[in-house]
């Protein structure tokens, strides 16, 4: 979550919108507002996974002390064992070699 600094008005902008929705409901001013388009984007992609694996991740999180990643957050294990995985199957290009050299 970003923090953000307000001004003293802004408080108490905040505040008196505050005590007015704590004290009135929304269709008593439906009329007075208009609809907009909001684009809400996530930096969070959710995927499914077997019970048997969340259950072994879960476990192997535990005995790290981190965070499984089954619940939405950076840096947990799931994070980084796919990281892991994704580099092994396709590293930087700038490690790649346009030869491939057999040593018998």
Known sequence: MRKVKLSTEELRAYDK???YGDK???TEIRDKTKDVDVKIESEV???EIERSLSE???QEAKKRGVSSGLRPR???L???WLQQRLQ???PPKHMRSSRRTQIA
């Open 17 to 19: 919108m505050r005590e």
């Open 24 to 26: 009135h409901d929304l």
């Open 45 to 47: 992609t959710l995927y």
């Open 56 to 58: 072994h991740l879960q």
């Open 74 to 76: 950076r840096g947990t």
């Open 78 to 80: 799931a994070n980084l």
């Open 88 to 90: 092994e199957e396709s």
